[in-house]
C-alpha cells in the first residue's frame, strides 16, 4: 500500500498564494492516479484536482483556473499549486491515490495540512 504525507500548508492572506507537497512511498507510485481533497467543518471532503499517471488533470469548478496540480514520479511527489486564494478555500487538504477519475479512492485518510485563508 501507498503512505502519504502532506505538507505545505500555513496561514496566507486573501490572494496569495501556497504550494502544497505530498510524498508518497513505494515503488508503484508512478502507475496511480493522484489526487487532492479538502473538508472544512462541518462539511462534506471534496476532490479538488487530480491527476492520471498519464499527467492529464481535472479540477473542481470553484478551483478551476485558480489551482493547478502537478507530480513528479523521480520524487514520489505530488504538488498543489494554489493562487489567488479566497476565505473560501480554508480547509484541511489530503491528497490519496487511485484510479484515472478518483472516484474511489484507495488510500486511508492521513492528517492533512491546514489551510486557512483569512485577513
Known amino acids: 500500500q501507498v503512505q502519504l504525507v502532506e505538507s505545505g500548508g500555513g496561514l496566507v492572506q486573501p490572494g496569495g498564494s501556497l504550494r502544497l507537497s505530498c510524498a508518497a512511498s513505494?515503488?508503484?507510485?508512478?502507475?496511480?492516479?493522484m489526487g487532492w481533497y479538502r473538508q472544512a467543518p462541518g462539511k462534506q471532503r471534496e476532490l479538488v484536482a487530480a491527476?492520471?499517471?498519464?499527467?492529464?488533470?481535472n479540477y473542481a469548478d470553484s478551483v478551476k483556473g485558480r489551482f493547478t496540480i502537478s507530480r513528479d514520479n523521480a520524487k514520489n511527489t505530488v504538488y498543489l499549486q494554489m493562487n489567488s486564494l479566497k476565505p473560501e478555500d480554508t480547509a484541511v487538504y489530503y491528497c490519496?491515490?487511485?484510479?484515472?477519475?478518483?472516484?474511489?479512492?484507495?488510500?486511508?485518510w492521513g492528517q492533512g495540512t491546514q489551510v486557512t485563508v483569512s485577513s
Open positions: 491527476i492520471t499517471a498519464g499527467g492529464s488533470t
Open positions: 490519496n491515490y487511485g484510479y484515472a477519475t478518483m472516484k474511489r479512492p484507495l488510500g486511508s
Open positions: 513505494g515503488n508503484t507510485f508512478s502507475i496511480y492516479a
